[in-house]
């Protein structure tokens, strides 16, 4: 409470009423699939379009070596072509793909190992360049007497640092020499020079120079550099700490401190050539085509060591997912308990493009019972850049860009059906009206063309049993009210549970229900029939409020799609027209 010293007038701020409340993202997609680089530990990278894909994760992968395995390029490729404008990738390999790697030898033993950051064939294709270079330079303008020999006054100590190996040249000779100690423009060094190394004229002759090399690492187009490298692993610029910055590769030094004063450049080739380029070998895939729903389910190794689905835990962002093409029951219930554990995303499942028979396709979609999936078949056939013929690739890359794409044109109360699928030239199976009227009722979404109007998602059920959560736009609806409650009342935690807190938070939830129901996305005439917000001794007990227990109880009544319209159309006759006449 403030202080009152004074006399005078005190005006004050004080909150009273509710907060504004900013609805969270719905369409920012997660992915996981096997590519051709990329790590395969850790978190999630964020993609913002094809390009980035392929910067990060590389190009299309053969049908011949991947398999089933390959769609994860395509699925990505087709979510941004639908409408997608975020999403997260995660990378699986087989347990036997292996980083390419090119060492910089020293005689029998490396000084300088370089390894791809990430296991994969792709590896080979780096390239490495070292040449020597100096971070900085200057000239000795007089030797002095101290207690633990001679320094050496400098015009600038800048850049020179304990551990650092020097060359010290008058034009004619070149002197190496290593630093014990810099401070004040006054260097140590670990051997006194035995030569008049003094220079005090404005372009001197006598220079002493740091030692360091320079790297330039080459992959296809890409290209990183990295300046003024140094085995000094005191400094700033120590090799490793450097080089951890590249994307590249991954670097380790393995040298020990030699007696003799050698240049790192020197250490690296053991001998005066001006440069030396370094190739790599040793990586592999992998066996691409024995992967196991293991490996796409992935290990919980604790935060920044999970791979597979596992991965996404440590990602808070993403509220739709997707393992593209893989149709394996193991990889697909993972998927889906992955999702009903978070409350927070839903999955997007593909069925197995073999299935072209209702009793097929039934006997899959059986596996699961879950409102936080849903299944579409069948695949679509696209056009391969890297073949250049169509093929047919799994729908789900396509389906969560069109959920994307309705997301942002309609909000998520708008079941994402009855959309053009972008970029798809066919289907690998057509299905008709009866064969939809079996597949529907169950939840298996299809995906069909209609003449003049395009190939369409034709669907918009979720793969669950309970029919208060039979509609994908109404499960996607909670998870985005129920996510962004809980992203925006932070600011009620530890504050004192009276009225005037339940009053604030009625409020604010109530406010923000209001703009959905205008919006569209919830029905009734008034906001008294599209919700209601709860919240004091109706909600809660004594024991509730002295435990510190908030309870607030939200209802919301969601618009459900017209997925059945019907007509009904009866005779009219000239009789009755007459009768109608006379009756007047």
Same mark, same amino acid.
């Given at each position: 409470?403030? +202080?009152?010293? @004074?006399?005078?007038?005190?005006?004050?701020?004080?909150?009273s009423g509710g907060r504004p409340m900013e609805g969270i993202g719905t369409s920012t997609a997660g992915f996981i699939g096997a590519a051709e680089r990329g790590p395969v530990e850790g978190f999630p990278q964020m993609i913002t379009n094809f390009s980035d894909f392929r910067r990060n994760y590389g190009g299309y992968l053969s049908a011949n070596e991947f398999?089933?395995?390959?769609?994860?390029?395509?699925?990505? +490729?087709?979510?941004?072509?639908?409408?997608?404008?975020?999403?997260?990738?995660?990378?699986?390999? =087989?347990?036997?793909?292996?980083?390419?790697?090119?060492?910089?030898?020293?005689?029998?033993?490396?000084?300088? @190992?370089?390894?791809?950051?990430?296991?994969?064939?792709?590896?080979? *294709?780096?390239?490495?360049?070292?040449?020597?270079?100096?971070?900085?330079?200057?000239?000795?303008?007089?030797?002095?007497?101290?207690?633990?020999?001679?320094?050496?006054?400098?015009?600038?100590?800048?850049?020179?640092?304990?551990?650092?190996?020097?060359?010290?040249?008058?034009?004619?000779?070149?002197?190496?020499?290593?630093?014990?100690?810099?401070?004040?423009?006054?260097?140590?060094?670990?051997?006194?020079?035995?030569?008049?190394?003094?220079?005090?004229?404005?372009? =001197?002759?006598?220079?002493?120079?740091?030692?360091?090399?320079?790297? #330039?690492?080459?992959?296809?187009? #890409?290209?990183?550099?990295?300046?003024?490298?140094?085995?000094?692993?005191?400094?700033?610029?120590?090799?490793?700490?450097?080089?951890?910055?590249?994307?590249?590769?991954?670097?380790?030094?393995?040298?020990?401190? #030699?007696?003799?004063?050698?240049?790192?450049?020197?250490?690296?080739?053991?001998?005066?050539?001006?440069?030396?380029?370094?190739?790599?070998?040793?990586?592999?895939?992998?066996?691409?085509?024995?992967?196991?729903?293991?490996?796409?389910?992935?290990?919980?190794?604790?935060?920044?060591?999970?791979?597979?689905?596992?991965?996404?835990?440590?990602?808070?962002?993403?509220?739709?997912?997707?393992?593209?093409?893989?149709?394996?029951?193991?990889?697909? &219930?993972?998927?889906?308990?992955?999702?009903?554990?978070?409350?927070?995303?839903?999955?997007?499942?593909?069925?197995?493009?073999?299935?072209?028979?209702?009793?097929?396709?039934?006997?899959?979609?059986?596996?699961?019972?879950?409102?936080?999936?849903?299944?579409?078949?069948?695949?679509?056939?696209?056009?391969?850049?890297?073949?250049?013929?169509?093929?047919?690739?799994?729908? @789900?890359?396509?389906?969560?860009?069109?959920?994307?794409?309705?997301?942002?044109?309609?909000?998520?109360?708008?079941? =994402?059906?009855?959309?053009?699928?972008?970029?798809?030239?066919?289907?690998?199976?057509?299905?008709?009206? *009866?064969?939809?009227?079996?597949?529907?009722?169950?939840?298996?979404?299809?995906?069909?063309?209609?003449?003049?109007?395009?190939?369409?998602?034709?669907?918009?059920?979720?793969?669950?049993?309970?029919?208060?959560?039979?509609?994908?736009?109404?499960?996607?609806?909670?998870?985005?009210?129920?996510?962004?409650?809980?992203?925006?009342?932070?600011?009620?935690?530890?504050?004192? !549970?009276?009225?005037?807190?339940?009053?604030?938070?009625?409020?604010?939830?109530?406010?923000?229900?209001?703009? &959905?129901?205008?919006?569209?996305?919830?029905?009734?005439?008034?906001?008294?029939?599209?919700?209601?917000?709860?919240?004091?001794?109706?909600?809660?007990?004594?024991?509730?409020?002295? !435990?510190?227990?908030?309870?607030?109880?939200?209802?919301?009544? =969601?618009?459900?799609?017209?997925?059945?319209?019907?007509?009904?159309?009866?005779?009219?006759?000239?009789?009755?027209?007459?009768? #109608?006449?006379?009756?007047?």
């Amino acid at each position: 409470m403030a +202080e009152y010293l @004074s006399p005078g007038v005190y005006v004050e701020e004080f909150d009273s009423g509710g907060r504004p409340m900013e609805g969270i993202g719905t369409s920012t997609a997660g992915f996981i699939g096997a590519a051709e680089r990329g790590p395969v530990e850790g978190f999630p990278q964020m993609i913002t379009n094809f390009s980035d894909f392929r910067r990060n994760y590389g190009g299309y992968l053969s049908a011949n070596e991947f398999g089933n395995f390959r769609f994860l390029a395509y699925a990505v +490729e087709h979510f941004f072509i639908n409408g997608g404008e975020r999403c997260f990738v995660m990378r699986v390999a =087989p347990q036997d793909a292996a980083c390419a790697e090119g060492a910089v030898p020293m005689g029998d033993a490396p000084v300088l @190992s370089l390894k791809a950051k990430t296991p994969g064939l792709w590896g080979n *294709g780096l390239r490495a360049v070292i040449s020597p270079s100096s971070k900085a330079k200057t000239q000795i303008l007089e030797v002095l007497e101290t207690g633990s020999g001679k320094g050496y006054s400098v015009k600038s100590g800048a850049g020179f640092m304990k551990g650092d190996i020097v060359a010290f040249s008058d034009g004619t000779e070149t002197v190496l020499n290593r630093i014990v100690k810099s401070q004040d423009n006054v260097l140590i060094f670990e051997k006194e020079f035995e030569a008049d190394v003094v220079d005090k004229g404005l372009l =001197p002759g006598k220079i002493i120079s740091t030692c360091e090399f320079s790297m #330039e690492v080459r992959y296809e187009d #890409e290209v990183e550099s990295f300046d003024y490298l140094s085995f000094n692993t005191e400094a700033p610029n120590f090799v490793e700490n450097k080089m951890a910055k590249s994307e590249l590769v991954a670097v380790t030094y393995a040298g020990k401190e #030699e007696k003799e004063i050698k240049t790192p450049f020197e250490c690296l080739l053991g001998g005066q050539a001006a440069k030396v380029s370094v190739g790599f070998s040793g990586g592999s895939n992998g066996n691409t085509l024995g992967m196991t729903a293991g490996d796409f389910i992935g290990v919980d190794k604790g935060t920044g060591k999970r791979t597979g689905i596992q991965a996404f835990l440590d990602n808070d962002v993403v509220s739709v997912m997707a393992v593209p093409g893989v149709t394996d029951p193991n990889v697909q &219930l993972s998927l889906v308990a992955h999702c009903e554990n978070l409350t927070s995303r839903f999955a997007v499942l593909d069925i197995p493009q073999g299935a072209r028979k209702v009793q097929d396709i039934r006997s899959h979609r059986d596996i699961f019972d879950s409102t936080y999936a849903a299944l579409y078949h069948p695949w679509l056939t696209v056009f391969d850049p890297r073949d250049k013929r169509n093929i047919q690739i799994p729908p @789900s890359g396509s389906v969560i860009g069109i959920y994307a794409r309705s997301d942002k044109t309609r909000g998520v109360h708008k079941a =994402p059906a009855n959309e053009v699928v972008r970029a798809c030239v066919g289907l690998d199976v057509q299905f008709n009206k *009866g064969e939809q009227d079996l597949l529907n009722p169950v939840g298996v979404n299809l995906i069909r063309a209609f003449p003049g109007q395009g190939i369409r998602v034709w669907g918009a059920r979720t793969a669950g049993s309970d029919g208060s959560w039979k509609y994908i736009n109404v499960r996607r609806l909670f998870i985005y009210i129920k996510e962004s409650i809980k992203a925006n009342t932070n600011w009620v935690v530890f504050e004192p !549970n009276d009225e005037l807190l339940w009053s604030r938070v009625q409020r604010t939830i109530e406010v923000f229900l209001t703009s &959905l129901w205008r919006n569209g996305a919830l029905a009734g005439s008034s906001p008294d029939e599209a919700f209601f917000v709860n919240v004091g001794k109706s909600t809660m007990t004594q024991d509730d409020i002295d !435990n510190g227990r908030l309870i607030c109880v939200i209802g919301a009544a =969601p618009v459900k799609p017209a997925e059945f319209v019907i007509f009904k159309i009866t005779q009219k006759t000239g009789d009755s027209q007459q009768q #109608e006449a006379v009756d007047r």
